[in-house]
Nanobody, 115 residues
Framework: QVQLVESGGGLVQPGGSLRLSCVAS????????MGWYRQAPGKQRELVARITSSGTTNYADSVKGRFTISRDNAKNTVYLQMNSLKPEDTAVYYCNPFPVVPAYWGQGTQVTVSS
């Protein structure tokens, strides 16, 4: 049974930064592509960034240049460093493999960008 636990969200002013963490139980983590996703109120969940087991990254155009995804395979953890945050980044953020495994969705972590 794989569990993914996200943390690090909060309330931040526009232009601020946050670092999200996702800890995965189970050794399968180091062998899969991991992604960060977000869901804003009234919108569909979308892929924000993904990273392969070897560290190759890919970003949505809306966050390119502002967000950085990374992973520590020894700690079964994937991170999302978010800089220059905008109000439109407000959402619940989740981690999950890419492609998604629906059974692995966790509770997510809320990010609110507001003055």
């Amino acid at each position: 049974q794989v569990q993914l636990v996200e943390s690090g969200g909060g309330l931040v002013q526009p232009g601020g930064s946050l670092r999200l963490s996702c800890v995965a139980s189970g050794s399968i983590f180091r062998f899969v592509v991991m992604g960060w996703y977000r869901q804003a109120p009234g919108k569909q969940r979308e892929l924000v960034a993904r990273i392969t087991s070897s560290g190759t990254t890919n970003y949505a155009d809306s966050v390119k240049g502002r967000f950085t995804i990374s992973r520590d395979n020894a700690k079964n953890t994937v991170y999302l460093q978010m800089n220059s945050l905008k109000p439109e980044d407000t959402a619940v953020y989740y981690c999950n493999p890419f492609p998604v495994v629906p059974a692995y969705w966790g509770q997510g972590t809320q990010v609110t960008v507001s003055s």
